[in-house]
């Protein structure tokens, strides 16, 4: 893949490798951890990761980087390099690490919400981890999502120059701590609610064919009554 491709993909390479430490630090990894890392990349977090693991499975989609941390990483003998894309597999695993592509943020939450794991350390852009915490108004299905499966923390901040080539953007990294495994099924019925998010809860109920009296909008909804709605939905 070409590195413009890559950079219309969002994969912007961190180099950092105290920030990679970091990041690895904050996962607290022990022995008896199976760690998951989506997007091997150029691999600085990966042999990081296999230092305080049991194992650590790290699936990266890309020919070439994957052909690359085949050589790079052929002497470690805990890890298992895949050729995948990582959110189509289904491995065990109990802690997370991962610098993602941008692009990618939204899907790795809903993949998280869905898995069932400890905890969780990843990298993404400052606006979407803003948008990770909005209520009132503002509220969104994926903050929806997040907030009722995990325990949000912020790590750092991560300036734009800490990646090659550098984003127009700036990056945090955030561990979340799993309070709630949600179904494939909630997670698309909390999605399909927001696209009728200007009708008052009422008339989204009769789009699912259920009746709730209520004049409420999903705005002037908190997180887990979105939750319980949607549940009520399905």
Same mark, same amino acid.
Request: with cysteine.
């Given at each position: ?6 950079? %219309? ?11 990679? %430490? ?19 990349? %150029? ?62 943020? %939204? ?64 990056? !945090? ?16 019925? !909390? ?44």
């Amino acid at each position: 893949m070409s590195k413009s491709k890559r950079q %219309r993909l969002g994969q912007h390479f961190l180099k950092s490798q105290s920030i990679a %430490r970091d990041m690895v630090d904050a996962a607290n990894i022990t022995k008896k951890d199976i760690v998951f890392e989506i997007g091997t990349g %150029r691999g600085i977090l990966t042999p990081l990761l296999c230092q305080n693991a049991k194992h650590v499975i790290s699936a990266e989609a890309d020919r070439d980087l994957y052909s690359e941390a085949l050589v790079s990483f052929a002497d470690i003998e805990n890890l298992d390099l895949v050729r995948a894309n990582g959110f189509e597999i289904a491995p065990k695993f109990s802690v997370f690490v991962s610098s993602l592509p941008y692009s990618k943020s %939204r899907q790795a939450i809903e993949y998280l919400a869905q898995a069932s794991f400890s905890r969780a350390v990843i990298m993404v852009q400052k606006e979407f981890a803003d948008k990770l915490g909005y209520e009132g108004k503002a509220i969104r299905a994926i903050s929806v999502i997040a907030n009722h499966a995990f325990e949000i923390e912020k790590i750092m901040d991560v300036g734009r120059h800490n990646f090659e080539p550098p984003p127009k953007v700036d990056s !945090v990294v955030l561990r979340l701590r799993k309070k709630a495994v949600l179904s494939e099924k909630l997670v698309r019925t !909390v999605n399909l609610l927001f696209s009728y998010r200007r009708k008052t809860i009422s008339n989204i109920a009769k789009k699912f064919g259920k009746s709730i009296q209520s004049e409420k909008r999903l705005e002037e909804l908190g997180s887990d009554e979105v939750i319980r709605l949607a549940k009520q939905l399905i």
